[in-house]
């Protein structure tokens, strides 16, 4: 009932910046709080950041804190992570999700957007 698009993905030397974007559509009224997760090849999928998409309030695991930056422009109906500062451990295939509560684990979510890949060299 509700679809999600991430995009913005792309190789970039460390240090550099990304913007990713999660463009949401469809029954969006009952999702409360957009988080954006990674996952590396044989790797559990990792917390990243969450907001809440009416009041903004943000959340971030303790690795990105500082360097990324979660928001959201509900007119358009879509979230950003701006991603600064970018290691080569930050390569993953990026994925957003919503659902009716925040949280960090990927349980709390139920809708999910087929990912953007996120390539960092050294």
């Known amino acids: 009932q509700v679809q999600l698009v991430e995009s913005g993905g792309g190789l970039v030397q460390a240090g550099g910046s990304l913007r990713l974007s999660c463009a949401a559509s469809?029954?969006?009224?009952?999702?409360?709080?957009v988080g954006w997760f990674r996952q590396a090849p044989r790797k559990e999928r990792e917390f990243v950041a969450t907001?809440?998409?009416?009041?903004?309030?943000?959340y971030y695991a303790d690795c990105v804190k500082g360097r990324f930056t979660i928001s959201r422009d509900n007119a358009k109906n879509t979230v950003y992570l701006q991603m600064n500062g970018l290691e080569p451990e930050d390569t993953d295939v990026y994925y957003c999700?919503?659902?009716?509560?925040?949280?960090?684990?990927?349980?709390?979510?139920?809708?999910w957007g087929q990912g953007t890949k996120v390539t960092v060299s050294s």
């Open positions: 469809g029954r969006t009224s009952s999702s409360n709080a």
């Open positions: 999700a919503t659902g009716p509560l925040a949280g960090i684990i990927s349980s709390a979510y139920r809708y």
């Open positions: 907001i809440n998409w009416a009041t903004g309030r943000t």
